[in-house]
């Protein structure tokens, strides 16, 4: 974990009330997809914690939803501004699962699934939200992976309905999920009734306190006890969830 001041390059909206913020700064401490930022915000007493959805070796690409007072306020940022950050939080995804991949994303839980991404060979990647004003990224996941397939509760783009619908008709070995918790509980029942073993790591998303595994508040149960979302996940394999 390190302290790092950051600039912005870019805050842009993408979609229905989500933006997406490019950061130039020091990111070595961002090791693997998945992790997060905490980013302090001017007379807010707690930090904000957002997933990385894109970096290198000198920029940070973050992509938030407006949901409240905080993220509010970032989306009034302009290019020059600095925030205060905490980088290289949680455990990412490990991106050496078995065979033939699926990465599949939920709301904004597609955002930290595009790092990931660029980092497999050639993925499957399903999408899903519940209109097409929802969805973001879509173009650059089709530069990486070897086919996208689009969800939409209302049938606005792609397949009318969910993710599951679309992913309980593929062939894969192995999938990695971020998104609502409904949708990744019904995606791993679903794949745990399926006739061959399949692997799987999935992104909890959980209110957190400190961002750094100090308040216990943003716990969940795992096979192993209590499990940390910020500081051991947020990224746990599926075998480790008691679903």
């Known amino acids: 974990m390190k302290e790092e001041l950051f600039v912005i390059e870019e805050n842009a909206l993408i979609a229905r009330d ?5 950061l130039v700064g020091d990111t070595s401490d961002v090791t693997a997809p998945g992790q997060f930022v905490n980013i302090a915000l001017e007379n807010r007493f707690l930090r904000r914690p957002i997933s990385v959805c894109d970096y290198d070796e000198s920029s940070l690409t973050l992509v ?7 993220t509010g306020e970032m989306a009034t940022m302009q290019k020059g501004q600095t925030l205060d950050l905490l980088t290289g939080l949680g455990n ?18 597609i955002a930290p699934l595009y790092a990931l991404a660029k980092r497999l060979q050639n993925p499957l990647v399903v999408l899903g939200a519940k209109t097409k ?3 973001f990224l879509i173009d650059d996941f089709k530069a990486v992976a070897s086919d996208v397939y689009i969800a939409t509760e209302d049938g606005s783009m792609g397949r009318k309905g969910f993710v599951t619908d ?11 999920t971020c998104g609502p918790l409904p949708m990744m509980k019904a995606l791993v029942s679903m794949i745990k009734s399926m006739p061959t073993p399949i692997c799987g790591q999935l992104s909890l998303e ?29 990224v746990f ?3 480790d969830l008691t679903w």
């Open 18 to 22: 989500v933006y997406k913020m490019r």
């Open 206 to 234: 959980e209110r957190m306190g400190c961002g750094f595994g100090a308040c216990m508040g943003c716990s969940v149960q795992t096979v192993h006890g209590a499990k940390r979302v910020c500081r051991e996940g947020p």
């Open 64 to 70: 938030y939803k407006v949901v409240g007072e905080g």
């Open 237 to 239: 394999n599926m075998e």
């Open 92 to 109: 990412g995804f490990s991106p050496m699962l078995k065979g033939k991949s699926v990465v599949i994303g939920g709301g904004l839980g």
């Open 166 to 176: 679309i992913v309980r008709d593929m062939d894969f070995d192995s999938f990695y």
């Open 133 to 135: 004003d929802d969805l």
